[in-house]
């Protein structure tokens, strides 16, 4: 079981950046691979990056590739978002997630929010263009 709390959402002006973090409980924040994802009102929940257990490998969703650097450390039992160039269809409610059962193949491949056991409660980030 792990819980997850995230920060740094706000209020932030078009071409400018923002830094989330999710921090988590437990002694085993290792074994999770983790996950960055965003919901607009009324809108499905999406995939925005992912990192595996030792953060040496990424994804990104298109939307976000080269604006965006998702970064752990497991050491802080915390995983970051870095959001740079900011667009007004950026914003969104962000939520961190975390999986410890699916190899990180599966999870890059199917690029989803589906399957992810553990979840934040969210952090809202709003880009005025």
């Known amino acids: 079981q792990v819980q997850l709390v995230e920060?740094?959402?706000?209020?932030?002006?078009?071409?400018g950046s923002l830094?989330?973090?999710?921090?988590?409980?437990?002694?085993?924040?290792?074994?999770?691979?983790?996950?960055?994802?965003r919901q607009e009102s009324g809108k499905a929940r999406e995939i925005v990056a992912a990192i595996s257990r030792p953060g040496d490998s990424t994804y990104y969703a298109d939307s976000v590739k080269?604006?965006?650097?998702?970064?752990?450390?497991?050491?802080?039992?915390?995983?970051?978002?870095q959001m740079n160039s900011l667009k007004f269809e950026d914003?969104?409610?962000?939520?961190?997630a975390a999986d410890?059962?699916?190899?990180?193949?599966?999870?890059?491949?199917?690029a989803s929010a589906i399957g992810w056991r553990f979840w934040g409660q969210g952090t809202?980030?709003?880009v005025s263009s």
């Open 19 to 37: 830094k989330l973090s999710c921090a988590a409980s437990g002694r085993t924040f290792s074994s999770y691979t983790l996950g960055w994802f």
């Open 124 to 126: 809202q980030v709003t």
């Open 7 to 15: 920060s740094g959402g706000g209020l932030v002006q078009a071409g």
């Open 91 to 96: 914003t969104a409610v962000y939520y961190c």
């Open 100 to 110: 410890q059962i699916r190899p990180w193949t599966s999870i890059r491949d199917s």
């Open 66 to 81: 080269g604006r965006f650097t998702i970064s752990r450390d497991n050491a802080k039992n915390t995983v970051y978002l």
